[in-house]
């Protein structure tokens, strides 16, 4: 834990141990040099602290990542709250609360919103006692909604540039696209990406989800199994992080990794297996930066929806394709272009 701690290079880290659920909340903030620290809620159960540590600290950089290349004069933060599995609707509603008051103590220094485990439903019962620090919350309580459909067609745009560096076209039709985890983003990817006529693979770990999505027409499932080996175009990972790792990527058959999941890359390291195998990655915190974008750029800067996703498919475009060229002008891996950028803006330069 101390090693981990050290190693890390952001600003502030806020530790409570939940008595009445046994939960522990980590607040980190990894940047509040363009702007107070915006970031997602996480919520699920971790097997360690240190796991769940390793986690908020990770994801919290990201975050500074993605509104530096966004543009937007945000840093960076991420809360993980690691639940025991077992936690009741009551007890959980509950410990939202009290995770409100703590985010309320903060003044400001860290605003949230949804994250995995987390929907626009809990940003309102955060927000009974944690407002106006709260992002994300239902249409119905006053706020923007989930940030789910804004991060998809991020997600969707991003490919197509990825598409257009690959094949010389940002068509999608006829494409072979394995969209590894089906939730809030997933879900909603794999359909645009059915209107746009790509051939779509779906995999998820939920039977109810699977059963869902394999109805839509020209869809089909992959066991989680079979992933890392399921000749496509392009993967997709929408769920967890840590999957692009030295045991995946050899096994890899696709052209490029473009997809939203968060921390794609178990070690930075990882970037580099990725461009020698040629295989061309678009870095999760510039293509998955739709849904924070558009969601805090509603409800602070008084973007409509229609709005919000200009500037998030305009700024998703522009960037990975400054990405691409930095890379190939540097010959470096995507992601340490893509990371140069977002820590030249950090830096204030
Ligand atoms: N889950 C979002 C992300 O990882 C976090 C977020 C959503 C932040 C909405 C602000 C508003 O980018």
């Given at each position: 834990?101390?090693?981990?701690?050290?190693?890390?290079?952001?600003?502030?880290?806020?530790?409570?141990?939940?008595w009445p659920t046994g939960a522990w909340i980590?607040?980190?903030?990894?940047?509040t040099r363009r702007g107070p620290a915006g970031g997602g809620t996480r919520m699920k159960p971790y097997s360690t602290m240190e796991a769940a540590m390793a986690d908020a600290l990770e994801l919290a950089r990201s975050?500074?990542?993605?509104?530096?290349?966004?543009?937007?004069?945000?840093?960076?933060?991420?809360?993980?709250?690691?639940?025991?599995?077992?936690?009741?609707?009551?007890?959980?509603a509950d410990l939202l609360r009290r995770y409100g008051a703590l985010i309320h103590?903060?003044?400001g220094m860290f605003q949230t919103g949804p994250d995995v485990g987390t929907s626009s439903a809990d940003m309102d019962i955060i927000a009974e006692s944690g407002a106006p620090y709260v992002f994300g919350r239902t249409v119905q309580a006053g706020g923007a909604g989930d940030s789910g459909p804004a991060t998809a067609i991020g997600v969707l745009h991003g490919i197509g540039v990825v598409c257009q560096q690959l094949f010389g076209t940002s068509a999608l039709a006829g494409r072979r696209i394995?969209?590894?985890g089906a939730g809030s983003v997933g879900g909603r990817l794999i359909r645009l990406l059915r209107e746009a006529n790509a051939s779509v693979l779906f995999s998820d770990v939920d039977e109810a989800t699977i059963r869902q999505i394999r109805e839509i027409p020209g869809v089909s499932f992959v066991p989680p199994e079979e992933v890392y080996d399921m000749p496509c175009d392009i993967f997709a990972p929408c769920a967890l992080g840590g999957i692009l790792n030295q045991e995946t990527i050899p096994r890899l058959k696709c052209r490029a990794v473009a997809g939203s999941a968060n921390n794609q890359l178990a070690r930075p390291e990882d970037a580099e297996l990725l461009r020698k195998r040629g295989i061309l990655y678009a870095p999760d915190f510039v293509i998955n930066v739709g849904g924070a974008m558009a969601i805090v750029g509603m409800e602070t800067m008084g973007w409509s929806e229609a709005e919000a996703n200009t500037h998030v498919t305009q700024n998703i475009e522009h960037m990975l394709r400054q990405t691409f060229d930095l890379a190939a002008a540097r010959n470096i891996s995507t992601a340490d272009a893509a990371r140069s950028v977002a820590e030249t803006r950090l830096s204030g330069h």
């Open positions: 834990m101390e090693a981990l701690l050290k190693a890390w290079d952001g600003e502030r880290i806020i530790i409570e141990f939940d980590i607040i980190a903030i990894h940047s975050m500074s990542y993605k509104f530096a290349c966004a543009d937007m004069s945000r840093g960076g933060g991420k809360a993980v709250i690691a639940v025991p599995p077992d936690l009741t609707p009551q007890a959980r103590q903060l003044g394995l969209v590894q």
